[in-house]
């Protein structure tokens, strides 16, 4: 008689456990104290403004609104182009693959300069918009509504210029590496997450500061 032996049932691999990206989890966390930050910026802005609504209505018609308008457009803009970047560099697309009038080729350097360009221009805009405003008296020693225009729009326009510079190292760092991987395609995400946040933050702005009298 014979005994039937049966080889061992074959072990099924472990279902893959999807982890969360440390670093973008790490930057959406960054983020919400940012979004912490600005809300004590609007939260000075309105204080302020409640105390002394004469002094608004009479600066804020010193305001350039057609000037801000368009240049929030070039900003909001800036965020597709940025997006535009971004699907680039998911399917690990560095540079353009065609002409460079070929826009449906272009890779995420080429989206990225793109969305330098644009941002670099919101701040040259706001720059000038300073500068008339000081010409005509609205200063920060000057009262309230100079300060707290200033120091909101201010330091938007500094979280604005950081971005621009992290757009320059993704670029460089794309141009420098020998292969463009998922370490790459990664730290391009993130400054998106960035350059999106400080798109919401002007819009928030631009309502509560512009039109908001």
Not at 9 to 14: S, V
Not at 25 to 28: L, M, P, Q, R, W
Not at 117 to 123: D, E, H, R, S, T
């Given at each position: 008689m014979t005994t039937a032996t049966h080889a061992p049932?074959?072990?099924?691999?472990?279902p893959a456990i999807?982890?969360?990206n440390l670093t973008a989890?790490?930057?959406?966390v960054w983020l919400a104290s940012e979004l912490m930050f600005f809300a004590g910026l609007f939260a000075m802005y309105f204080t302020l403004r409640a105390t002394q609504p004469e002094l608004w209505t009479?600066?804020?018609?010193k305001l350039n609104v057609p000037m801000a308008l368009a240049n929030t457009t070039v900003l909001v803009l800036s965020s597709v182009t940025c997006q535009f970047?971004?699907?680039a560099a998911e399917r690990l697309q560095p540079r353009r693959t065609g002409g460079l009038l070929q826009v449906a080729k272009w890779g995420m350097v080429e989206w990225f300069i793109l969305t330098f360009?644009?941002?670099?221009?919101?701040?040259s805009v706001q720059a000038y918009?300073?500068?008339?405003?000081?010409?005509?008296?609205v200063t920060i020693p000057a009262h309230a509504y100079g300060s707290a225009f200033y120091i909101?729009?201010?330091f938007h326009a500094l979280h604005v210029t950081a971005g621009l510079i992290a757009f320059l190292i993704i670029i460089g760092r794309a141009f420098l590496a020998k292969r463009f991987g998922h370490f790459e395609a990664t730290s391009a995400i993130v400054v998106s997450y960035y350059w999106h946040f400080v798109d919401v933050i002007w819009i928030a702005l631009f309502i509560i500061v512009y039109f908001l009298r």
């Open positions: 049932a074959a072990r099924q691999p472990a999807n982890r969360p989890v790490g930057t959406i009479e600066e804020a018609a970047g971004v699907f360009f644009m941002g670099a221009i919101f701040v918009e300073y500068a008339e405003l000081i010409s005509h008296g909101t729009t201010g």
